[in-house]
Protein backbone atom coordinates (compact mmCIF):
# COMPACT_ATOMS: atom_id res chain seq x y z
CA UNK A 1 0.00 0.00 0.00
CA UNK A 2 1.81 3.43 -1.11
CA UNK A 3 2.53 5.88 1.55
CA UNK A 4 3.74 8.71 2.49
CA UNK A 5 4.76 10.43 6.41
CA UNK A 6 5.60 13.74 6.61
CA UNK A 7 7.61 14.77 9.97
CA UNK A 8 9.67 18.04 10.80
CA UNK A 9 7.17 20.90 11.23
CA UNK A 10 7.33 22.75 14.24
CA UNK A 11 7.34 26.63 15.51
CA UNK A 12 10.37 28.66 14.32
CA UNK A 13 10.98 32.34 14.31
CA UNK A 14 11.58 34.32 11.31
CA UNK A 15 14.58 34.01 9.50
CA UNK A 16 15.22 30.02 11.19
CA UNK A 17 15.32 27.23 9.49
CA UNK A 18 13.72 23.75 9.49
CA UNK A 19 13.90 20.17 7.25
CA UNK A 20 10.78 18.21 6.29
CA UNK A 21 10.48 14.83 5.68
CA UNK A 22 8.58 12.55 3.64
CA UNK A 23 8.91 9.18 4.36
CA UNK A 24 7.46 7.06 1.55
CA UNK A 25 6.49 3.30 1.37
CA UNK A 26 4.79 0.49 -1.15
CA UNK A 27 6.40 2.14 -4.12
CA UNK A 28 9.92 3.21 -6.00
CA UNK A 29 10.63 7.25 -5.40
CA UNK A 30 11.88 6.89 -9.36
CA UNK A 31 8.57 6.04 -10.95
CA UNK A 32 6.60 8.98 -9.31
CA UNK A 33 6.94 12.26 -9.77
CA UNK A 34 6.84 14.21 -6.19
CA UNK A 35 5.91 17.18 -4.61
CA UNK A 36 6.03 19.16 -2.33
CA UNK A 37 2.91 21.76 -1.13
CA UNK A 38 1.39 23.53 1.50
CA UNK A 39 -1.82 25.47 2.31
CA UNK A 40 -2.02 28.48 4.64
CA UNK A 41 -5.30 29.36 6.61
CA UNK A 42 -8.38 30.14 4.11
CA UNK A 43 -6.25 29.74 1.02
CA UNK A 44 -5.79 26.89 -1.38
CA UNK A 45 -3.00 24.55 -1.56
CA UNK A 46 -0.03 25.88 -3.56
CA UNK A 47 3.03 23.85 -4.75
CA UNK A 48 6.20 24.56 -3.54
CA UNK A 49 8.63 22.09 -5.38
CA UNK A 50 8.89 18.91 -7.32
CA UNK A 51 10.61 16.40 -8.92
CA UNK A 52 9.39 14.66 -12.06
CA UNK A 53 9.55 10.74 -12.54
CA UNK A 54 12.98 9.54 -12.22
CA UNK A 55 14.26 13.02 -10.46
CA UNK A 56 16.15 14.33 -13.15
CA UNK A 57 15.51 18.09 -12.06
CA UNK A 58 13.84 20.09 -9.72
CA UNK A 59 11.43 23.44 -9.72
CA UNK A 60 10.40 25.84 -6.96
CA UNK A 61 7.88 28.26 -6.75
CA UNK A 62 8.93 32.02 -7.11
CA UNK A 63 7.75 32.35 -3.02
CA UNK A 64 10.55 30.20 -2.12
CA UNK A 65 13.04 30.25 -4.84
CA UNK A 66 16.68 30.34 -3.34
CA UNK A 67 15.28 29.72 0.20
CA UNK A 68 14.01 25.96 -0.03
CA UNK A 69 15.38 22.98 -1.61
CA UNK A 70 14.33 20.02 -2.46
CA UNK A 71 16.06 16.74 -1.78
CA UNK A 72 15.61 12.96 -2.05
CA UNK A 73 17.51 10.15 -1.00
CA UNK A 74 16.29 7.12 -2.69
CA UNK A 75 17.74 4.47 -0.58
CA UNK A 76 15.90 5.03 2.35
CA UNK A 77 12.43 6.43 0.11
CA UNK A 78 12.67 9.57 1.60
CA UNK A 79 12.19 12.99 0.53
CA UNK A 80 13.15 16.14 2.44
CA UNK A 81 12.60 20.17 2.33
CA UNK A 82 14.62 22.27 3.53
CA UNK A 83 13.68 25.42 4.59
CA UNK A 84 15.48 28.49 5.43
CA UNK A 85 15.31 32.12 5.72
CA UNK A 86 11.72 31.33 6.77
CA UNK A 87 8.84 34.18 6.56
CA UNK A 88 5.63 34.38 8.58
CA UNK A 89 4.08 33.70 5.42
CA UNK A 90 5.57 30.54 4.83
CA UNK A 91 3.03 29.33 7.89
CA UNK A 92 0.96 26.34 6.63
CA UNK A 93 0.16 22.85 6.45
CA UNK A 94 3.33 21.59 4.36
CA UNK A 95 2.27 18.00 2.45
CA UNK A 96 4.18 15.57 -0.14
CA UNK A 97 2.62 13.93 -2.72
CA UNK A 98 3.07 11.61 -5.97
CA UNK A 99 1.59 11.32 -8.89
CA UNK A 100 2.18 8.58 -12.17
CA UNK A 101 2.26 11.74 -14.45
CA UNK A 102 6.37 11.87 -15.22
CA UNK A 103 6.09 15.90 -15.08
CA UNK A 104 6.70 18.25 -12.53
CA UNK A 105 4.86 21.64 -13.08
CA UNK A 106 5.05 23.73 -9.63
CA UNK A 107 1.74 25.33 -10.47
CA UNK A 108 -0.61 21.65 -10.20
CA UNK A 109 -1.93 20.22 -7.41
CA UNK A 110 -3.40 17.02 -9.14
CA UNK A 111 -1.33 14.44 -7.10
CA UNK A 112 -3.13 11.25 -6.70
CA UNK A 113 -1.76 10.50 -3.18
CA UNK A 114 -0.87 12.51 -0.71
CA UNK A 115 0.36 12.35 2.95
CA UNK A 116 -1.55 13.74 6.19
CA UNK A 117 0.52 16.67 6.36
CA UNK A 118 3.37 18.80 8.47
CA UNK A 119 2.55 21.83 10.46
CA UNK A 120 4.93 24.95 10.41
CA UNK A 121 4.45 28.06 11.77
CA UNK A 122 6.72 30.80 12.00
CA UNK A 123 6.23 33.68 14.39
CA UNK A 124 8.29 35.15 16.89
Known amino acids: QLQLVESGGGLVQPGGSLRLSCASS????????IGWFRQAPAKEREGVSC????????KYADSVKGRFTISRDNTNGTVYLQMNSLKPEDTAVYYC?????????????????WGKGAEVTVSS
Open 51 to 58: FPRGGIYT
Open 97 to 113: AVRLSSLCIVGEVAYEY
Open 26 to 33: GFTLDDYA
